[in-house]
């Protein structure tokens, strides 16, 4: 594909190749962003900016607009019959809801992990795979196998399937499978991970687990992280924005978030008066 | 009549005492009708299958399935061999229309085509299978002047098995969660890519469950081929047109109406045979769907 005959919204270069400039600098831009569920409104004038290599947490009452607000930075909400969005969602620059945006390319750019871990019932292998064979990412086996092994690495799986990696991906424990579709997302190289509740159905423990890992990770890529645990947002998060009936209501670094928020919902909702 | 329903007047709802001795007499019907259902859904099975068996294994042996058939005597080695190209043919020809339409009617739901296909699908169900050879032999065997042969009667089996294997598909495909389409789509996958890598794999032993559905009517049935496939003696020769084919159904048909005991052989032992087949099929079928065994065990380790 040649890139220059490609519309601007469709430029998206590897990550490898993109200049990595000072961190703080904002690679997702939100401003106006309406979304509708056929009639239903349900994301009212969000505003919002993500920097690169921050953790942003969401946080917010259930049924707030939190996950369909993370499924419009991807276009997962494409998939659902009678959803539109209306507003301006800027990543690197590009407006991704342009007409003729390419949203493979977007998809490849923008990973997620959803709530509950949805491994495919294929082999630890064939999973982590899976992203590199549909998009053509690996010329030969050494360098699938290459990418592999660096994939369950990086989501600190590695040591515990390197012997079995031929195994059913299902016979792996819910931590295990939530860690493999970590895996399996940064296959591909992404430069933004949209997480949804992405220890919500795990134990204390395996919880831990995950939060470290996005640390871990938040020194290369970008982390939007969904979560009901406040405790969790404050642990892992940079910033924080407090969603309420589809509106953001603030977004502020978490420290302040937590220590001194600035609107009267906010200190409501974090001390626990509602949500 | 919810205390008809043995299992909810299990319930453990706290009822006035004096309607008690009334739910019991309900109960006892309850159980009552389901014995009863029992025994003659038991009865009529038991019976066919001891008649089919008994008559069929005086009548098999090896003769019985190395030789074509003579006259009214001989064997079926030829019906067998007939029964197992025009079922398999049939679903050979049934099954890429019947997979591609099930996988529109699962995943292209919203268009105006999807209604119409599971209309014509429905209809197709329900036209008596005679109709079916009827209309094989107006067409394929008059009109087209393809004679009593393989054609026509693996095309009329196949008409009969698409609508099976389009909805056995459908509802195969349908049953995929949709978190593994999330997942794939969320990797950068097309629809298209998502169908082939992910959904239709993921639905396999549902739709070879429908296909063995398809395969097992096909086995067992008559009227179709009676206008289209004709009858033959031999082994088939590998013509496509213009050579009858024998199989089994027909030989039960044929030759249980015969004055000789050596034509009631042939019938009996067909049929000891079509109904094995089936047989043999619907548990494979189980054994494909079954969560224990088959695919999705070796998927979920
Ligand atoms: N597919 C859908 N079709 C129609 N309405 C939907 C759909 N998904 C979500 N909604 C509605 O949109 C609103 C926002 O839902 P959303 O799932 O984004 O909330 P959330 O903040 O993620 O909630 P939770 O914390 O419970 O996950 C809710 O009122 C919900 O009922
Ligand atoms: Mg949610």
Redesign the interface.
Known sequence: MNPTSLPPALHFTPPAAANRVEPGRPVIGVRGLDFFYGPAQVLFGIELQVREREILALIGPSGCGKSTFLRCL?R?ND?I?GAHARGLVEIDGHNIYAPHTNV??L??KV??I?Q?S?????SIAENVA??L???GLAKNRSERMARIESSLRAAGLWDEVKDRLN?????LSGGQQQRL?IA??LA?EPEILLMDEPASALDPITTTRIEELALELKTRYTIVIVTHNLQQAARISDRTSFFLMGRVVETDSTQRMFTNPSRKETEDYITGRFG | MASLNPALSTLPLAAPRRRAWRRRIFDACGWGLCGLAFLCLGAATVWILATVVLHGLGALNWKMITQGTVGTGGGLMNAIEGTLILALGGIALALPPGLAAGIYLAEFDTGWLAPVIRFFSDVLVGVPSIVIGYFGYVTLVEDLGWGFSAAAGGIALAIIALPYITRGSEMAIRQVPREMRDAAYALGASDSRVVMSITVPLALPGVLTGVLLALAIAVGETAPLLYTAGWSNFLWNGHLIQEPVGYLTYAIWAFITEPFASAHALAYAAALLVTGFVLVISIFARLALDENTGWRRRMRG
């Open positions: 991807n997962m998939t019959p493979i390319g998809r490849r990973g997620m959803f509950r949805n491994p495919f019932p294929f899976y992203g064979k549909i998009n195994k059913p991906a299902l016979s579709c399996r997302a591909i």
